[in-house]
């Protein structure tokens, strides 16, 4: 099995995560595919960048799947960073290979096969999502047969769908966010995404909360920095989290069928 993961952020951002002790989201992205696919070949490429080498549309097809990862970039944001890659992913729909995104790989198919991306009203979620419930969609759509209740995952966004594209179903939800999954059909493929972060281990959020401490507290998701040292350790501790979080083949088990869906 051959699968390209997307960067979504440009080098200079995720080499100054990597520089505090954070890890890159496609290296998170390799990590994950080495537990869930260890004889994939994995490829990586990084539209966020200027000087960067993208494949063909043939050489696209080559590949059984797309992964796209998250990123700290903003829908909105006219930027290269921004426009490469929704001209990426519209590369990428067309070449009708099957593509999975986390969270910004999410916003980014939903605006290019149509749809739209803005500002929760509700504000940034962060840490432990709410609980998430499949819709009637949902519940029979084959990358969520292991969920047979309400689950948590590890999130991170500020950005939600607020319009979705022709040619799509949403699969889940919570009381965050309307759009917590989804499916599209655009063009020649097909997406499956989540607004969460599947791949994501516990110290990856423990890292990003005390990492963007000063930016959550201006933002005011934290109202000092008392609560995001209490938040982080409440985190890192683990004790009081629900296992589908601390769980890794739990949290991932959405990714899992998406890649056993790719075999067939």
């Given amino acids: ?14 080499t100054a995560r990597e520089s505090c002790g954070g890890v890159a989201y496609h290296k998170r992205f390799k990590s994950m595919l080495k537990i869930l696919q260890p004889d994939a070949e ?13 494949p063909s549309a043939d050489q696209l097809k080559t590949f059984d799947g797309v992964l796209w990862t998250g990123s700290s970039l903003y829908i909105k944001d006219p930027s290269p960073a921004v426009t490469r890659q929704l001209a990426f992913a519209a590369d990428v729909f067309e070449s009708g290979v099957p593509i ?4 910004w790989g999410l916003q980014i198919a939903t ?6 991306v803005a500002a929760n009203p509700k504000g940034r979620e962060i840490g432990i999502t709410g609980p998430i419930e499949l819709t009637e969609a949902g519940t029979k759509y084959p990358c969520f047969q292991g969920r047979k209740e309400k689950f948590n995952a590890l999130c991170i966004h500020l ?23 989804i499916t599209i059909r655009y063009k020649n493929s097909e997406f499956f995404g ?4 599947p791949e994501f281990l516990v110290s990856d959020m423990v890292f990003i909360v005390r990492h963007l401490s000063e930016f959550l507290i201006a ?7 008392k609560m995001v040292a209490d938040f982080a350790l409440k985190l890192e ?18 990714v899992k069928y998406w890649l056993n869906r790719l075999k067939k």
């Fill in 1 to 14: 099995m051959r699968l390209l993961v997307v960067e979504g952020n440009q080098k200079e951002t995720w």
């Fill in 42 to 54: 994995v490829e990586v490429v990084f539209p966020a960048d200027e000087d960067t080498s993208l």
């Fill in 100 to 103: 999975y995104g986390s969270c």
């Fill in 111 to 116: 605006v290019v096969a149509g749809g739209e």
């Fill in 159 to 181: 950005d939600e769908v607020v319009k979705l594209p022709e040619n799509s179903v949403v699969l889940a939800r919570n009381d965050h966010s309307e759009v917590q999954a």
């Fill in 194 to 197: 989540v607004q969460y972060h």
């Fill in 219 to 225: 933002e005011g998701v934290f109202g000092s920095e």
């Fill in 237 to 254: 501790k683990q004790s009081s989290l629900p296992d589908c979080v601390t769980n890794y083949q739990l949290h991932t088990q959405e």
